[in-house]
């Protein structure tokens, strides 16, 4: 009987609902705390996420728990997988794919887990690549290998208005080392080696932004890449710079402006910006 995959990730991979349900990608939700709710991040609003960073209010994130990953792999086997790939963000980030670990063990079909050592529509990409080769009838060993070439090489790019929110997380560390307190200073960040790390700074948002857009042209490097600019809300800026991305990178596959996981806004505030670079080949 010929391979039937279905790929399953978590929300923080930001894969938008209509492409998600495109390609059969199966999307487990990270918990959000906001106040006395504790809830799915898809059953909140934005609106009401970012009202709760700017007036202080308490905000925290909480993996899935070891249920909902078994209710998505039973959906899974409902439509026929005959092998799962779950793909995850870091586990130095989240212990969201320990849970699917876990839940793997109760499932009749093999389950393969993967921590990808990042977040992001790095994640996205991958899933989305995937899964279009699982529908495509490819054997489950090659499903995992696109998956792992578009990891191999994705990099997430990411602005903060302030550091403020990381830090409310726990999520500063080496961050707060490089950048100081300087107010008119503007970190950029990225995910390496499965953590957020400093790779640069600017002078005010402007300088910080074109400093973003020129080091995903960078990484491009000629490449075909697929590029994703992600907001958190409402944000004119992210047309502009998907506008010069474009016109700096001719060979792009698709440049796609999208929204940022409610999670991953959460440590990142009000504000934050980013630009995953994805090559696909």
Do not use: C
């Amino acid at each position: 009987m010929p391979d039937r995959v279905v790929v399953v990730t978590d929300s923080t991979a930001g894969i938008p609902p209509e492409t998600a349900a495109q390609w059969g990608v199966v999307v487990v939700q990270i918990q959000l705390r906001v106040g006395d709710r504790f809830d799915d991040e898809n059953r909140y609003e934005k609106a009401e996420l970012l009202e709760a960073l700017r007036t202080g209010q308490e905000v925290a994130t909480a993996p899935p728990d070891v249920g909902a990953f078994f209710w998505a792999y039973q959906e899974a086997v409902s439509r026929g997988a005959t092998a799962i790939i779950s793909l995850h963000l870091s586990g130095k980030l989240s212990t969201t794919a320990e849970a699917a670990r876990e839940a793997s063990h109760q499932i009749k079909i093999p389950v393969y887990v993967l921590d990808t050592a990042t977040s992001g529509m790095s994640m996205g990409f991958a899933a989305i690549s995937a899964a279009r080769a699982g529908a495509a009838g490819a054997t489950t060993r090659r499903v995992m290998t696109v998956a792992e070439r578009r990891l191999a090489d994705s990099r997430e790019l990411i602005y903060v208005d302030t550091l403020e929110y990381l830090r409310r997380g726990g999520r500063v560390g080496t961050v707060q080392a490089m950048m100081g307190t300087a107010l008119s200073i503007k970190p950029l960040l990225t995910v390496k080696e499965g953590e957020v790390v400093p790779f640069a700074k600017a002078a005010g948002t402007r300088r910080a932004l074109a400093k973003l857009v020129d080091v995903a042209v960078k990484h491009a490097a000629g490449r075909k890449v697929d590029i994703a600019v992600v907001r958190f809300g409402p944000d004119e800026r992210v047309t502009a710079m998907a506008k010069e991305l474009r016109k700096r990178l001719p060979q792009a596959q698709e440049i796609l402006i999208t929204e940022m996981s409610m999670t991953v806004g959460a440590h990142i505030g009000p504000g934050g910006l980013g630009i995953t670079v994805s090559p696909t080949s």
